[in-house]
């Protein structure tokens, strides 16, 4: 689940992290970056925990309201469209999802069940509820649950108020992250088949690689800033040193690092990635300034022969 960009966003916070504290332990340091990538792990968890707990407290409700002494007519033969949902279910009845939920202690929804009942509320009030709920002629449908649900957690969801306070109240790191949860959740209910038995868990890196560059990008960028510092401080005769942005700094290092020290990445892909980052995350101008100094380094490193890139896809 963990992209190349969002590793490389990761450790450039860590590292403008440990600049604004005058931090020195690198082991201390390595942890909360490896710590805070866990975290996006488990906010994905928990926004797919939230779909399970919303359909449970809809059942829950249905069954205490057909007990009722003076219970209505409606109410003692509820329509349970939506708490049948055959995506729902799946999610619910997902061993590998509720092993994992049990494994990693995710049961905030548990202690904060107010957040489950007012997005049920939202949910109810929704016109996407009301015209499924409405809608008998195609009520064992497959493809018309999964549609249901990828709407749902588009339009009602995914960009609740609510929700988007708690989990910043919580934890002020997932706000970086949830975009690309929300996105990578929203994919696979998509891609979620009537034959599946269970729920495809992501893990958090692609492979063992990905968890290396991490470490890899963190360390050799953090030991080696005085170097990496000399190799672009006399490329800004326009620009006064002291006041270029220090994230436009740190993306100049990381992206330096990047091209000397990991040669199975192309040069073109490290400079996109870098830019689109700096397009996020620094002032207007510094993608301009960023592209204009790594565009003449790349320049000068293959002259020098210093550019040794090796692999596939980099010719």
């Known amino acids: ?10 450790v450039m916070q860590s590292i403008y992290a440990m600049h604004q504290h005058q931090a020195e332990n690198l082991d201390k340091e390595e942890k909360f970056l490896f710590q805070s990538i866990e975290n996006m792990h488990d906010l994905y968890l928990l926004i797919l925990s939230a779909l399970i707990e919303i359909r449970e407290k809809e059942e829950e409700y249905l069954e205490l309201a057909s007990k009722k002494y003076l219970a209505t007519k409606e109410e003692r033969n509820p329509n349970k469209k939506f708490v049948n949902n055959k995506i729902l279910k799946l999610l619910g009845n997902s061993d590998s999802l509720n092993t994992i939920l049990d494994d990693r202690s995710i049961t905030n929804w548990k202690r904060n069940d107010d957040i489950i009942l007012f997005l049920l509320e939202a949910i109810k009030e929704s016109e996407i509820y009301s015209n499924y709920m409405k809608n008998d002629t195609i009520n064992d449908d497959f493809n018309t649950d999964k549609e249901f649900i990828a709407s749902l957690f588009t339009e009602v969801i995914a960009p609740n108020d609510k929700l988007y306070d708690y989990l910043e109240e919580h934890k002020l790191t997932w706000l ?30 692609k492979d063992l690689d990905d968890k290396e560059y991490v470490k890899n990008l963190f360390r050799k960028t953090v030991l080696n800033e005085v170097e990496l510092s000399k190799e672009y401080i006399d490329k800004t005769p326009n620009w006064d040193t002291e006041r270029i942005a220090e994230i436009d700094t740190i993306i100049l290092k990381m992206a330096i690092c990047e091209l000397l020290k990991f040669p199975s990445i192309p040069a073109k892909v490290t400079i996109n990635e870098y830019l689109e980052i700096a397009k996020e995350y620094s002032t207007p101008k510094s993608s301009i300034f960023i592209n204009g100094i790594l565009d003449n380094l790349v320049k000068d490193f293959e002259k020098e022969n210093r550019l040794n890139k090796a692999g596939r896809g980099l010719l």
């Open 176 to 205: 970086d992250d949830l975009p690309a949860v929300n996105t990578l959740i929203l994919k696979q209910l998509k891609q979620v088949r009537v034959t599946d038995e269970d729920f495809n868990v992501s893990k958090l890196y």
């Open 1 to 10: 689940m963990l992209s190349r960009r969002h590793i490389r966003v990761k």
